[in-house]
């Protein structure tokens, strides 16, 4: 199964207020996340984690890794740098890319890190994953939300775990309905 998620942010403190994410602390942040990954991602899994997925953390990037189920795949974003400079985090990643393709259940995909206007197949129907922009209710967010095909992967808009495409075409449309 393909899954996929962004913006996780772990180990930084700051994104509990900047999201309004339900955790007392990072502490708590990081063990719930990644609880509720595993609670739900088996080993043979695919997920797509399309950027950003520490920062600012006081623990490695591998301490994270290592307890996190599934094939991981890294569509980097803005604040993964950290990452691709430490060998020990990339042995995790299967693959890293600044943008990828897969198919899922039929559907082409465009992955990447941050929310594009036009992507490759755009016109054929194929779907873009993007995340970046949290959950945010900014200028980018109302000119996404008219892009018929595009889902936000943010963990905060998918209940802080990896969704499958189903269930990322389900919560956009719950987030859209919610900030109408």
Same mark, same amino acid.
């Given at each position: ?9 772990? @180990? ?11 955790? &007392?602390?990072? /502490? ?6 990644? =609880?509720? $990954?595993?609670? !739900?991602?088996? #080993? =043979? /899994? ?12 006081? !623990?490695?990037? *591998? ?24 060998? !020990? ?15 899922? =259940? ?10 594009? &206007? =036009? $992507?490759?197949?755009?016109?054929? @129907? ?18 996404? !939300? ?6 936000? &992967? @943010? ?6 775990? #990896?969704?499958?495409?189903? *269930? ?8 859209? *309905?919610?900030?109408?």
């Amino acid at each position: 199964m393909n899954l996929y998620i962004s913006d996780l942010h772990l @180990g930084h403190a700051n994104v509990i207020k900047f999201d309004g994410r339900p955790f &007392a602390d990072v /502490d708590e942040m990081d063990r719930m996340l990644i =609880e509720m $990954w595993n609670a !739900k991602v088996r #080993p =043979e /899994d695919n997920v797509y984690i399309i950027g950003d997925l520490c920062y600012r953390n006081g !623990k490695p990037a *591998e301490w994270y890794l290592k307890q996190l189920s599934g094939i991981k795949h890294l569509i980097i974003g803005n604040h993964d740098r950290k990452i691709l400079n430490d060998e !020990k985090a990339m042995s995790y990643f299967e693959s890293v890319d600044k943008m990828m393709h897969v198919s899922d =259940e039929g559907n082409q995909l465009c992955l990447c890190h941050f929310p594009i &206007a =036009e $992507w490759n197949g755009y016109r054929k @129907g194929h779907w873009h994953i993007y995340g970046h922009i949290h959950n945010r209710l900014d200028d980018t967010y109302h000119f996404m !939300k008219t892009r018929e095909r595009a889902l936000n &992967a @943010g963990c905060m808009i998918n209940n802080y775990m #990896p969704a499958t495409f189903k *269930e990322l075409v389900r919560n956009n449309q719950i987030f859209h *309905e919610q900030n109408n």
